[in-house]
């Protein structure tokens, strides 16, 4: 959330630029709603995976990682145009 209120903070307008950002934690935020608009939804998908792809593993790739990444602000900065 920090990343896109940096990038895009005209879609923090309806919760407010001054509100906190809102902070997830695995399980008791799964019934709460997305606060931001429907429409980049998938961006904020792309940017989950991007961060688990970081953690080190065997089998993590850094290039998709980097990819996805990538993906996260191209499709947040589209939603702007």
């Known amino acids: 959330m920090a990343q896109a209120r940096a990038k895009r903070p005209d879609l923090f307008l309806p919760?407010?630029?001054?509100?906190?950002?809102?902070?997830?934690?695995?399980?008791?935020?799964?019934?709460?709603?997305?606060p931001l608009d429907p429409?980049?939804?998938?961006?904020?998908?792309?940017?989950?995976?991007?961060r688990s792809e970081l953690k080190e593993d065997t089998f993590s790739d850094d290039s998709r990682a980097v990819t996805l990444m990538n993906k996260f602000v191209s499709q947040l900065m589209?939603?702007?145009?």
């Open 15 to 34: 919760i407010g630029l001054r509100a906190t950002i809102p902070q997830y934690q695995m399980p008791n935020d799964t019934n709460t709603a997305f």
């Open 39 to 50: 429409g980049v939804y998938p961006a904020f998908l792309y940017y989950v995976v991007g």
């Open 78 to 81: 589209q939603v702007a145009s």
